[in-house]
């Protein structure tokens, strides 16, 4: 756990006193990321690099597991946290294998115990070994280079990792494909992460928690669920931007949302029957047709079923799209955008069919927060004044 307790930093300029961290309190469970965010010049960076000695505090202290690191010698500190930077800083005159194993040897590893961790790190960040770890950083893409610095960082394997920005300068596809790398990490590592970012959608997504910053204090401190659902004052609401609402599709999944009462019908039912049902459940346009093992195969739509005579399994459409339990709303919003569809059936990791999303559903989901927040009190003292 990493523990800030009234973390304070002042620089002393020619202006005279600029407080750059204002009494920081905050704490970040073991195993979790927390994204340091808010506008250029408003502290985040300097809280970063406090805890590793970079910027020295002027007061407070810094608790890594419980342990005060006042009294600690600084490069027992630094050597036991992970640290990487967007601008990478890899050694040019050193290997791959050499800048990855760089602190394991100050540690006093033996050989064969840095290299085989270096070979470890090379497969978790999907960099084949053989073809990477006796190359020059000068050889690599900066997304290469980026993922290194990573693997440099996890290489001791320390419980708490320091990262500043560390995807800011990589091309957007790069960058997601990264992110998702290094969640897939995280799952398996569980290191406890502070994390500098100036990207709101990479704060939703790379953060169990985000602390937002304005002006050297911490403003808010929470979930980014409770975050975008509840910013605590004008400052977080405008800093999170109209579209707050929409950000949340990718925090909610399918499963939240999921209704289990479908109906469906079969190949071998007639399309009366199939006109039956769609009157009976309410539904506009369409009712889904399943096999034997109850997995979707096709639609039949409410126009069909009503001018047409036969069976549906000569009278059917295909299905435009399915969900899965784990899918977040902005896939699914994405999907019913692109099909023209309100409604879409999900189905379990067997390809069965276990309920539907629908759009109202959606939105009355994301709206509910919004609606309890706004029929609770104000409290006037959790605004910042302007």
Known sequence: ???????????????????????????????????????????????????????KPTSGKVFINGEDTTGMNTQDLRRNIGYVIQQIGLFPNMTIEENITLVPQLLGWDKARYRERARELMAMISMEPNAFL??????????????IGVARALAADPPVMLMDEPFGAIDPINRAVIQDEFLKMQQELKKTIMFVS?????????????????EGKLVQHSSPD???????????????GEDRALKRLNLV?????????IATVKPGDTLETALARIEDYG???????????????????????RTTK???????????????????????????????????????????????????????????????????????????KE
């Open 1 to 55: 756990m990493i523990e800030l307790d009234n973390l304070t930093k002042v620089f002393d300029t020619p202006k005279g006193a600029v407080v750059a961290a204002d009494h920081i309190s905050m704490k970040v469970p073991n195993g979790e990321i927390c994204i340091l965010l808010g506008p250029s010049g408003c502290g985040k960076t300097t809280t970063l690099k406090m805890i590793n000695r970079i910027v």
């Open 134 to 147: 006796k190359r020059f950083p000068s050889e690599l893409s900066g997304g290469q280079q980026q993922r």
């Open 198 to 214: 100036h990207d709101i959608d990479e704060a939703i997504k790379m953060g169990d928690r985000v602390a937002i910053f304005r």
């Open 226 to 240: 409770d975050l975008l659902a509840a910013p605590k004052n004008a400052f977080v609401e405008s800093f999170l």
């Open 253 to 261: 999944k399918v499963q939240e949302v999921v209704s289990d009462k």
């Open 283 to 305: 539904y506009q346009n369409a009712i889904l047709m399943v096999n034997d093992q109850r997995q979707p195969v096709g639609l039949i739509t409410r126009t069909k079923a």
């Open 310 to 384: 036969g069976y549906c399994r000569d009278h059917f459409e295909n299905v435009p799209a399915t969900v899965t339990l784990k899918d977040n709303l902005r896939k699914v919003a994405s999907l019913m955008f692109s099909q023209d569809a309100t409604w879409l059936p999900c189905v379990d990791d067997q390809g069965r069919v276990c309920g539907q999303i629908t759009q109202r559903a959606m939105t009355h989901h994301l709206g509910s927060r919004f609606r309890a927040r706004e029929a609770a009190p104000r409290n006037p003292d959790s605004a910042i």
